[in-house]
């Protein structure tokens, strides 16, 4: 069975500095693997998401992840955050062939000014 | 208008009492899930639908059911609510296929006194 582990439970990060937010997952079949976010008082919204193919995905809000099979991470990254970054993050795996998706604990971003 | 909505937005409740919550949706999707989010545990699968006649349990199912009306609409209901049934609730829904995103309502927060 899959499982998606994410690092960080909270990352203060001061405004326009880079950020990353760690995942690593846990799968004996190839994944699908995904980024939400979480605004405060708002459902999950996809960020972006890997099927294939290019191991650097790029999503909304200047967002980026990138695949590595070897480490079985899906780390998130930006390279300069902004207050309404503010958020919780979530990482999130599915199985090809699966039915489920499972999701991590998240990482709650807080941005400085 | 939002294309999946939630009733109620919040509800507070007693021990013992029978609640529902609902969900409805606009993208027709045929895919329609029930989750939980506790801090600190991220989103746990209690029940999803892959149409109106096939409903599974998921990971924390126990004191929980469904009921999926038609192809829009999924109910998730507590039978004799406890406190520790206190969380927030998110309704998904997404096409076929793992590989696609899901879509979020903006959830309900119940709270058993």
């Known amino acids: 069975a899959q499982s998606v582990t994410q690092l960080d439970s909270q990352v203060p990060v001061f405004e326009e500095a880079p950020v990353e937010l760690r995942c690593n997952y846990s799968?004996?079949?190839?994944?699908?693997l995904f980024w939400y976010v979480q605004y405060p008082n708002q459902g999950l919204q996809l960020l972006l998401k890997?099927?294939?193919?290019?191991?650097l995905v790029k999503g909304i809000n200047g967002f980026e992840a990138e695949f590595n099979k070897s480490q079985t991470s899906f780390h998130l990254r930006k390279p300069s955050v902004h207050i309404s970054d503010t958020a919780e993050y979530f990482c999130a795996v599915s199985e090809t062939g699966g039915f489920k998706t499972i999701f991590g604990a998240g990482t709650r971003l807080f941005v400085k000014a | 208008d939002a294309d999946v909505t939630q009733t109620p937005r919040n509800r507070i409740t007693k021990t013992g009492k029978r609640i529902m919550l609902e969900c409805s949706q606009t993208k027709g999707h045929d895919r329609m899930y029930w989750y939980r989010q506790d801090p600190g545990l991220g989103l746990r699968l209690i029940y999803y639908s892959f149409d109106v006649k096939d409903i599974n349990k998921g990971e924390i199912s126990d004191g929980y059911s469904v009921s999926r009306q038609a192809q829009a609409k999924f109910s998730l209901s507590l039978e004799s609510a406890i406190p520790n049934q206190t969380a927030l609730y998110f309704c998904?829904?997404?096409?076929?296929?793992?590989?696609?995103?899901?879509?979020f309502g903006p959830g309900t927060r119940l709270t058993v006194l």
């Open positions: 998904a829904t997404s096409r076929g296929q793992g590989w696609n995103e899901q879509f």
């Open positions: 799968s004996s079949v190839s994944v699908y």
């Open positions: 890997y099927l294939s193919g290019s191991t």
